[in-house]
């Protein structure tokens, strides 16, 4: 099994391609950091323009741990196309250029070949992330510095200690992860029905697409069905970065305002991930290879 998960990392980490979703996100990043840097406090004004009348905000609002969490909310939203290109590619491919139906003739179990197929994805998926942890939240940190973050609420505002940030980053990332991982999955899953990358890929993204209008519309008919889209689960890393109030209407050091609904959140995409891996196996202890 691990020479087989050895043979599968080699193979995806010999594919140029595999490469650009990283050069992407370093792209993507640094564009944002280097916006930020030159023209940040308008953009800090812009979010602040409802709070200026009642509120007086003294000291560095913008620094490296509000720059990780503008990053993460706009790119987390385009990082599930990234992660498809290969998971998506990972059995449709080898059918593609004949190579499935070879390595079947191994001495070695349908299953074996799904899982290590499986965990290829799951550690490109993992590095793809802590690559983005890495420029996000350390190279933010060395370019703007650190300091408490300010988290815009809807109807108010909470400011966190520098001292009880990092561990919420870290939580944070792991949650990502899990969301990355079911996105992954369900490629995977795409990939056993289709002879080239391309169908899985867009079909992975048409249901990202579909199942998020039906998370964010506010429409009684789609209420019931919610729950149960991973779509609706998948920003669920936010609330890590919610914390109690005290009576001064300070906020809790260390606290979590709604642990018990993310830590439901991550279950359901943990939930996701299980499903989506044995539906693959099945599938494919069925398939007919015949290229």
């Not at 043979?7 to 564009?31: D, M």
């Not at 703007?144 to 001292?163: H, R």
């Amino acid at each position: 099994m691990w020479k087989l998960l050895q043979i599968e990392l080699f193979k995806i980490f010999k594919r140029p391609r595999t490469y650009i979703s990283f050069a992407a996100i370093t792209a993507l990043v640094v564009i944002i950091q280097l916006g930020l840097k030159m023209d940040g406090r308008a953009y800090i004004a812009f979010l602040l323009r409802d709070l200026e009348t009642s509120l007086d905000v003294e000291g560095k609002i913008l620094n490296g741990y509000l720059v990780c969490f503008i990053i993460l909310q706009l790119l987390l939203i385009h990082v599930p196309l990234l992660i498809t290109l290969i998971a998506g590619d990972l059995i449709s491919g080898e059918a593609n250029m004949g190579t499935l139906r070879l390595l079947l003739s191994k001495p070695i179990s349908r299953t074996e070949v799904v899982l290590a197929k499986f965990f290829a994805a799951s550690i490109y998926t993992l590095l793809l992330l802590v690559w983005m942890a890495v420029l996000a939240l350390f190279v933010s940190l060395l370019i703007f510095g650190p300091g408490d973050m300010l988290n815009l609420k809807s109807d108010y505002i909470v400011q966190l200690k520098s001292q009880d940030i990092f561990w919420r980053y870290i939580a944070a990332f792991g949650f990502a992860a899990l969301a990355m991982l079911t996105v992954a999955s369900l490629g995977f899953l795409l990939s056993m029905f289709a002879d080239n990358s391309i169908g899985p890929i867009v079909g992975t993204m048409s249901v990202i697409v579909v199942f998020t209008i039906l998370s964010t519309l506010d429409i009684p008919i789609f209420n019931a069905i919610k729950p149960f889209l991973f779509t609706t689960h998948m920003i669920g890393w936010k609330g890590f970065f919610d914390v109690k109030l005290s009576d001064d209407n300070e906020a809790i050091i260390g606290s979590v305002q709604n642990l018990g609904k993310v830590l439901q959140a991550a279950g359901i995409l943990l939930l996701h991930v299980i499903g989506f891996l044995a539906a693959s196996i099945f599938v494919f202890k069925k398939k007919d290879v015949l290229s």
